[in-house]
């Protein structure tokens, strides 16, 4: 039942973004502190040089500076993604098309695949994935529907991503190479407010997640307004700097 | 401090790798692992004078390996590498017998002198329990 104030609504959606913005900022964390400990290598190479009273070896050093290279560029996917997601808030979609959202919403779910030690990866669209509400709602009911998929897949195995068109509507589809042999404790609840979420944005999730099978959590999308049968995206709002 | 045994325990590879090429610059003899479940085969292995442990990690968590660590070896010296430190996770982590929190960043003057006392706690605890064992062996023996 929601409040008169949408808090019911609304607080499901603060955690994923909470969950979201803390994952990104310790992804971006990490990009920091190694840059640190290249900075202070750097630093420790040209103090052996000064106390020795020799050149700094110039290989090594261009060797540190190619790890700081990889670590910004690392770093700077870290934060376009954050960009994409404050932007997910931004008109109907985000200035984002479906295939945009869903790639984003992979890449949002990398780092608790990554926890989990399972690896996630999208499989190319077999149909096109019309949003039916807003970018942060679809990032929302896809955040939920990869936490069912990584609480019950077995460490070690994959998720694929897949979009397929049924009876008109588009269904996401996160199939799980393998089930864990038992689920924890937290399930039941996990599940339920899942289900619950997805409801409330009139979408449907099912679930076939037997212990040792391969199995799959399917997010069934209400029919875009005013899209056509093959039309892909929806309104286009701009996308932000 | 120079010569102390340290294990490095985190997932980011090239974390560990430039802190450990600092480290032993510095004199230390560094391993790394990059989970909890590595770190604590490591640990069965060889003996530490700190383990260096992020909280943040696949598989095990730094908590469940912490803890791990201490039920194999109650005299280990874990020293907790975070970047989002909470009061939560600090008390727990205290309580279960970590010697400190250094967040990351870290500055390595910081970390070097935690490793320090680590170094010296452990020394004493082992000195401490080889005491204790030499004088049960004392009191059993009908000298």
């Known amino acids: ?241 | 401090m120079s010569g102390d045994r340290v294990l490095l325990v985190d997932d980011e590879e090239e974390f560990t790798r430039a802190l450990a090429e600092r480290m032993e610059a510095r004199g230390l003899r560094v391993e790394t692992a990059a989970d909890g479940e590595a770190a604590v085969a490591r640990a069965a292995a060889r003996s530490f004078d700190a383990i260096v442990l992020d909280l943040s990690m696949p598989g095990l968590s730094g908590i469940e390996t912490l803890r791990r660590l201490r039920e194999s070896s109650p005299e280990v010296q874990v020293i907790l590498l975070t970047g989002h430190a909470t009061v939560q996770t600090g008390v727990e982590a205290m309580r279960l017998g970590a010697l400190d929190f250094v967040e990351k960043p870290a500055d390595l003057e910081q970390l070097l002198e935690r490793i320090g006392e680590a170094s010296a706690r452990k020394a004493i605890l082992v000195e401490r329990r080889a005491a204790e064992e030499i004088k049960e062996i004392l009191a059993k023996k009908p000298w």
């Not at chain 1, 190319?124 to 019950?152: I, M, N, Q, T, V």
């Not at chain 1, 038992?182 to 099912?206: F, K, M, S, Y």
């Open chain 1, 1 to 241: 039942m929601n409040a008169p104030d949408g808090t019911a609504d609304r607080e499901p959606a603060l955690a994923f973004f909470g969950a979201a913005s803390a994952g990104l900022s310790h992804e971006i964390n990490n990009v920091l502190a190694i840059i640190n400990e290249l900075a202070g290598l750097i630093g420790d190479v040209v103090a052996a040089a000064e106390r020795a009273d020799v050149r700094a070896d110039g290989a090594r050093l261009r060797a540190v500076l190619e790890r700081v290279s990889a670590q910004i560029a690392r770093g700077k996917e870290q934060v376009r993604l954050l960009n994409r997601f404050a932007h997910s808030v931004d008109g109907p979609t985000g200035g984002l098309d479906g295939s945009e959202v869903l790639s984003l919403a992979v890449a949002l779910g990398q780092r608790a695949a990554r926890l989990r030690k399972v690896a996630l990866a999208t499989v190319a669209a077999e149909a096109p994935l019309r949003l039916p509400g807003g970018a942060f709602e679809f990032l929302h009911l896809f955040h939920r529907s990869l936490g069912l998929a990584l609480a019950r897949a077995k460490p070690g195995s994959g998720v694929e991503v897949r979009v397929i068109e049924d009876a008109g509507e588009a269904v996401v589809r996160l199939e799980v190479a393998e089930c864990a042999p038992t689920a924890d404790a937290a399930w039941p609840a996990l599940l339920a407010e899942a289900i619950e979420v997805a409801a409330r944005h009139g979408a449907r999730l099912d679930t076939v997640l037997e212990p040792g099978q391969p199995g799959h959590v399917s997010l069934r999308l209400p029919a875009a307004p005013g899209a056509g049968p093959a039309g892909e995206g929806g309104p286009r709002g701009t996308r932000g700097a």
